[in-house]
């Protein structure tokens, strides 16, 4: 690919950010289409600084993760109706110099979870986590009736989820264990198991078991300890490589306006995690 003064600067911003197969996915999107645009990798700690950033240099989008999806909202011009209601940002598109946050989290986790097991209403879903994915994936659920449980360190926090979206329950990580027999489908959105950070499942091997459908929103190019637990337990597992395809999808055509070319994405993804 070569840059030009005209190529359309695209990225994402978080901490850490090393891991991330974004570009991967992003430029070979770009490559595919022949689209003069490139994708970054940004690391970034000051959130506001970012964005200002963005709006001073004129990059044209920017995907955000941990931990910055709910703190980076007051520094927008803008938000879609989605991402109002959710409260939470992974994607922003500089429109002119003005800045509007989208969230592709909530129809990208929907599409994986749905070609994997199709329809969820009235299933019974835990939802580990209550950050800025989590609400992504809680208020996605609840709009599709499924009967949710969110369970977090800080039970206070899950509680206050659950009132804001409607789920089912809600209480403390240690709460899993009277939970998890009745339960169809376990989500992790919560950062345990992210390169670089805590390397452990957040679920103890015994309440794992066969059957059990386990989504783990965390990726890396090999197994996360949950999946590698789950698979073991003869779990069916969902990895995050799904939800992050889905998500970079919808981002792509916010940044370019084009349909995304998703085999290519696709193809781009799964050469990367031989």
């Known amino acids: 690919m070569r840059i030009t003064a005209k190529t359309k600067v695209c990225g994402i911003i978080g901490d850490p950010v090393d891991h991330s197969l974004s570009p991967v996915i992003q430029n070979a999107a770009f490559e595919a289409l022949r689209l003069n645009f490139v994708y970054a990798a940004f690391p970034v700690k000051d959130v506001e600084a ?3 950033g963005m709006r001073s240099l004129g990059l044209r989008g920017l995907n955000v993760t941990v931990p910055h ?3 980076v909202i007051p520094f927008l011009d803008a938000l879609d ?6 409260g939470a940002v992974n994607t922003i598109v500089n429109e002119g110099g003005k800045l509007k946050g989208y969230n592709t989290d909530a129809p990208g ?3 994986a979870l749905r070609r994997a097991v199709g329809e ?4 019974r879903i835990v939802v580990l986590g209550a950050g800025g994915a989590a609400r992504a994936i809680v208020y ?12 977090n360190r800080s039970a206070d926090k899950a509680k206050a989820l659950a009132s804001e979206f409607g789920a089912h329950s809600a209480g403390s990580l240690d709460d899993l264990s009277s939970l998890i027999a009745a339960t169809d489908i376990l989500v992790n959105a919560t950062s345990i198991g992210l390169p670089h950070g805590i390397q452990e499942s957040p679920v103890r091997k015994e309440l794992l078991r066969k059957g059990l459908v386990v989504y783990d929103i965390v990726y890396s190019a090999k197994s996360t300890p949950l999946t590698e637990l789950a698979r073991k337990t003869g779990c069916f597992v969902i990895p995050g490589t799904e939800m992050l395809l889905e998500t970079a999808i919808v981002s792509f055509t916010l940044f370019t306006g084009c349909d995304a070319p998703v085999e290519a994405m696709r ?3 799964e050469e990367d995690l031989k």
Do not use: E, N, Y
């Open 109 to 111: 986790f929907m599409t």
């Open 50 to 52: 970012a964005v200002k």
């Open 120 to 123: 969820v209403k009235g299933k």
């Open 81 to 86: 109706d989605h991402a109002r209601l959710i």
């Open 140 to 151: 996605a659920l609840t709009q599709a009736d499924a009967r949710v449980s969110i369970l």
């Open 69 to 71: 999806k709910q703190t």
């Open 267 to 269: 193809r781009a993804l």
